[in-house]
Each structure stands twice: as C-alpha cells, then as structure tokens.
Nanobody, 122 residues
Framework: QVQLVQSGGGLVQAGGSLRLSCAGS????????MSWFRQPPGKEREFVAG????????YYAESVKGRFTMSRDNAKNMVYLQMNSLKREDTAVYYC???????????????WGQGTQVTVSS
C-alpha cells in the first residue's frame, strides 16, 4: 500500500505558474502509474495528466496540453505537475492518484492524495 501526500497549490493570477508535488511513502511510486486529477467547483473529478511507470510516457487532457507538464523523480519518490499559463478555468481541487496502469478515470485509481486547492484569479 502506498500513501500519497500532496504539497503546493494556492492562489495565482491568470497567466501565472504553480507546481504541485506528490510524495509517496510505504511503497515506491515507480511501481505505479501516476496521475493528476482535478475537481472544479460543482463538477465531477476529471483526469488532467498521467505518467507511466515503465517508460515515463506522459498523457494529458486536451484542456491542459502545452501548458501542464507531469514528471516523476523515482529517487525522491515524488511526482510533480508543473502548471504554466494558468487560466481561471483551471481553478479546482487537484489530486494525485496511483494505479497499476496510468489512471485516466476515477475508478482506475487505487490510491489518492489528500487534494490541494488551486485558485486562478483574473
């Protein structure tokens, strides 16, 4: 079993940048496909980005392609989400998630971080 603890997030102006971090404990994150999801106010949780355990291939939702970058540091047992050119519609609670494959749906994730708020102001 793995525990995921998130850090980062906060309030940023539109066009700005933030980096989210997700630290694993209990097991190596290199054993898992890792993803970031987000849940905007009043909406369902949605896939944002994912990274495979085998070859670190990355996957992105269309809405964040070219702006967000997901990476992993297996030595530190961490994954990151670098968010650039932030828009108001990126406002949400962001969650990291782990699964055997790269979770691209809520049901495919086996473990979740605690969530962190990202608020983008105009």
């Amino acid at each position: 079993q793995v525990q995921l603890v998130q850090s980062g997030g906060g309030l940023v102006q539109a066009g700005g940048s933030l980096r989210l971090s997700c630290a694993g404990s209990g097991r190596a994150l290199s054993n898992y496909g890792m993803s970031w999801f987000r849940q905007p106010p009043g909406k369902e949780r949605e896939f944002v980005a994912g990274i495979a355990w085998a070859d670190s291939s990355t996957y992105y939702a269309e809405s964040v392609k070219g702006r967000f970058t997901m990476s992993r540091d297996n030595a530190k047992n961490m994954v990151y989400l670098q968010m650039n050119s932030l828009k108001r519609e990126d406002t949400a609670v962001y969650y990291c998630a782990a699964g055997y494959y790269v979770p691209q749906s809520v049901d495919a994730a086996d473990y979740w971080g605690q969530g962190t708020q990202v608020t983008v102001s105009s």
